[in-house]
């Protein structure tokens, strides 16, 4: 069990993460302010601090360099950083564009057989939300990372993601179309779930951001996105990062 502080002047935001964390078996604290975030954080040290940066009065940021400049918390893991914080990292940012969860109506885990239509999984409940937020289409799109804990995933995903119609997934990968470096749409460059490990699609989120910051070891010339998702299937979620 670890002791997790969530800081977010959004009250309804910040009880649903607390809530999140008390089901995984964990201690999560509220508040909703810079200021009291400080007061809490000088008589407790947390595993994990979750910061919102933009807060009325004491905003995240000062709360970070207070954090840093504290011997106590300087190696505290604090989730969330801005852009402007990132810009001045030693590693290049990758931008998090746009993101979405979703499943569809009536869905199963693993069985659409209630859905109108049981063709429809989760992914194209989640690509339409993605997709709405997004000021790109899947064309746009030169490097993906899929989850692939099992192989039709892949086109079931690139059929649920828009970069083809339905039906047209297993053709759209003939001739090497998801092979790096020549292909129109290299897909999990890092050897994905199947090639490089299964570790529930954390190892293709890390990948897709090697590929934004220019340093994968298949990297893809002049990608300046990258979209990941989650698995097929399932309650899902994917995101779009960006240069």
């Known amino acids: 069990m670890a002791e997790v502080l969530v800081v977010d002047d959004d009250t309804e935001c910040c009880r649903a993460l607390v809530q999140l964390f008390e089901r995984a078996g964990h201690a999560a604290h509220c508040v909703y302010g810079g200021g009291e975030a400080l007061e809490v954080l000088q008589a407790v040290r947390f ?25 106590a918390h ?7 950083v801005s852009a402007e914080r990132a810009k001045d990292l030693p590693q290049a940012p990758a931008y998090v564009h746009a993101f979405a969860q979703s499943i569809p109506q009536q869905h199963q885990v693993m069985t659409n057989y209630f ?30 990372q899929i989850y692939d804990a099992f192989s039709p995933l892949i086109p079931l995903s ?17 001739d090497g179309a998801l092979e790096w470096p020549d292909g129109r749409l290299p897909t999990n460059t890092a050897g994905g779930g199947m090639s490089e490990a299964y570790v529930h699609g954390l190892n293709l989120v890390l990948e897709g951001v090697r590929q934004m910051r220019g340093t994968s070891t298949s990297q893809v010339d ?8 989650s698995g097929e299937g399932v309650p899902t979620s994917a995101l779009l990062l960006r240069r």
Do not use: H
């Open 158 to 174: 690139l059929e649920g993601y828009g970069f083809c119609e339905r039906g047209e997934g297993a053709a759209f990968t003939d």
């Open 222 to 229: 002049g990608a300046e996105t990258c979209l990941v998702t």
């Open 74 to 80: 300087r190696q505290t893991p604090v989730v969330i």
């Open 47 to 71: 595993k994990l601090v979750l910061l919102d940066l933009r807060m009325p009065g004491i905003g995240g940021m000062e709360v970070l360099r207070t954090l840093r400049a504290d011997g």
């Open 115 to 144: 859905n109108d239509d049981p063709l429809l999984g989760p992914s194209y409940a989640c690509a339409n939300r993605l997709w709405a937020q997004a000021d790109m289409t899947p064309a746009d799109v030169p490097v993906a």
